[in-house]
C-alpha cells in the first residue's frame, strides 16, 4: 500500500447486483442505467453492475452500463467456471474501465455442494483467477462465507488467488456471522501472513443478518481492508448488506478517530436513496440510520428547543450533508413553546406571550387527538383563536 491509498477506502456498490437479489427488488433496464449514472455521479469507485450469466436481461444491463458510465470501474460478477467468467468479460471488456468478479464458496458447507476436496477446489480457484486474469488486469476473488471457512484454508485460497493474478480479494461475510473485532482480525492476519498482500487490495463484504454490517465494515477497515462492499439503503438478501450511506457518513463524522476518506459526495445520498426505495420497492423504515423519515426530525420539547438554539445538540451530522434541505421539526404532543412559536414565526404569525400562551393550550388539546399537528391545523387554529378574539 503506498501512502496515498493508506487512508482511502474504495467504495464498491453492489446495489445493482446483490441488492437485486432480494427477493422481489427486481429493478428494469431503464431504471438500472439510471442508478447506475446517479452512483456514478455522485462519486462510487466501482458499481457492481449485474450477474452477466444469470440472464439476458442481467447481460444486457451490465454491457449498457459498462458502456455508458464515464468515471466508475465497471464490475461483473461471474461463478468459477470459464463459461460464467467469459460471459462477463463480454459484458463488462468496453467499459472505460472493467473488472470481473469471481468467487466460488470455500466453507466446509460450501464445499460440500459442488462436493469438492479441498485440493480440487484449490486447483479450481487457481483455472480460473488465470482464466479471468488472461482476460482483463483487474480481477477481484472472493471466497463465499470466508468468515466460516477454517484459517488454514482459507489463507491457502487467498494465497492461491493472488498468485493467479487476482488484484482485489474480497472477504465475505456472506450470512452475517462474524463480529467487529472478529473482521478486524481476520483482514489483519491475512495481510500479514500472506506474502504479497500489501500490494493486494483487500475488500469487506458484509450482510446484516445480526445487524452488524456497518461495524464490521468499519473494523475490517481498522484491520487493513480498503474496500468497503455496500448497497443504498443496505438492499440485499435477507437483512441486506452494509448500507453505503452509513459507512460513507459513519468515515465522514467520525474521521477523528477512523482517518479514511471516500470519494463520496454525500449530498447525494438523499435523491439515490429515495430513487432505490422507489424502484426496488422496499421502502426505507423510518429510523433508518441516515435516510430514515426520521433521522432528522424531532418531536420532544427539549429536543426541539434545544436545536432551535444550536442544532449540534441533538444533530451529529448537518441535513445539508446528506442532501436534506432542513430538519424537520415535527409538532405533535411532545413539542413545546419554543418550536411551536417557531412554526407559527415561519407561517407568518409572530406572537406576544400571551397570544403564545392561549394558542398553545388549545394546539396541546389538538396534539393530544392527532398524531402530527400539520400547517393547515396550525393556520385554523390561529383562524379560530382570531374569530374569537
Ligand atoms: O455475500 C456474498 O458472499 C456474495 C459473494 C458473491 C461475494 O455476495
Ligand atoms: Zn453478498
Redesign the pocket.
Known amino acids: 500500500m503506498t501512502d496515498q491509498t493508506k487512508d482511502r477506502v474504495l467504495i464498491f456498490d453492489?446495489t445493482l447486483?446483490?441488492g437485486e437479489?432480494s427477493p422481489g427488488a427486481t429493478m428494469s433496464h431503464a431504471e438500472k442505467l439510471e442508478i447506475a449514472g446517479m452512483l456514478d455521479e455522485m462519486g462510487v469507485d466501482i458499481i457492481e453492475a449485474g450477474f452477466p450469466i444469470a440472464s439476458i436481461g442481467d447481460f444486457e444491463a451490465v454491457k449498457a452500463i459498462a458502456e455508458q458510465t464515464e468515471r466508475a470501474t465497471i464490475c461483473g460478477?461471474a461463478r468459477a467456471n470459464t463459461k460464467d467468467i467469459d460471459r462477463c468479460w463480454e459484458a463488462v471488456r468496453h467499459a472505460k474501465s472493467p473488472r470481473i468478479?469471481t468467487?466460488i464458496?470455500t466453507s466446509p458447507l460450501h464445499r460440500a455442494i459442488p462436493d469438492l476436496t479441498q485440493d480440487q477446489m484449490a486447483d479450481r480457484i487457481h483455472e480460473t483467477v488465470t482464466h479471468a486474469r488472461n482476460l482483463c488486469d483487474n480481477v477481484q476473488w472472493?471466497p463465499?462465507?470466508?468468515t466460516r471457512t477454517e484459517w488454514d484454508y482459507l489463507k491457502r485460497v487467498v494465497e492461491i488467488a493472488i498468485n493467479a493474478g487476482a488484484t482485489t480479494i474480497?472477504i465475505?461475510?456472506?450470512?452475517g456471522y462474524t463480529a467487529p473485532v472478529e473482521s478486524a482480525d481476520l483482514i489483519r492476519r491475512l495481510i500479514a501472513e500472506i506474502d504479497g498482500a500489501e500490494d493486494i487490495v483487500f475488500a469487506t463484504?458484509c450482510?446484516n443478518d445480526l445487524g452488524m454490517a456497518t461495524a464490521n465494515s468499519l473494523a475490517a477497515v481498522e484491520g487493513g481492508a480498503r474496500q468497503i462492499?455496500c448497497t443504498i439503503n443496505g438492499l440485499?438478501?435477507r437483512a441486506g448488506?452494509t448500507a453505503l450511506e452509513e459507512v460513507v457518513m459513519a468515515l465522514r463524522v467520525r474521521g477523528d478517530i477512523m482517518p479514511y476518506r471516500t470519494s463520496i459526495d454525500t449530498t447525494k445520498i438523499i435523491n439515490i436513496s429515495r430513487k432505490v426505495a422507489t424502484v426496488s420497492g422496499f421502502p426505507v423504515q423510518y429510523n433508518k440510520a441516515i435516510v430514515g423519515k426520521n433521522a432528522f426530525a424531532h418531536e420532544s420539547g427539549i429536543h426541539q428547543d434545544g436545536m432551535l438554539k444550536n442544532a449540534e445538540t441533538f444533530e451529529i451530522m448537518r441535513p445539508e450533508d446528506i442532501g436534506l434541505k432542513e430538519t424537520n421539526l415535527v409538532l405533535g404532543k411532545h413539542s413545546g413553546r419554543a418550536a411551536l412559536r417557531a412554526k407559527l414565526k415561519d407561517l407568518g404569525f409572530d406572537l406576544a406571550d400571551n397570544q403564545l400562551s392561549d394558542i398553545f393550550v388549545r394546539f396541546k388539546a389538538l396534539a393530544d387527538r392527532k398524531k402530527e399537528v400539520y400547517d393547515d391545523d396550525l393556520e385554523a387554529l390561529m383562524r379560530d383563536q382570531s374569530g374569537s378574539d
Not at 465475505?172 to 450470512?175: A, G, M, S
Open positions: 453492489t447486483r446483490d437479489q460478477l468478479h468467487f464458496g472472493s463465499m462465507d470466508a474480497n465475505p461475510d456472506t450470512v463484504h450482510h462492499e440485499g438478501e448488506n
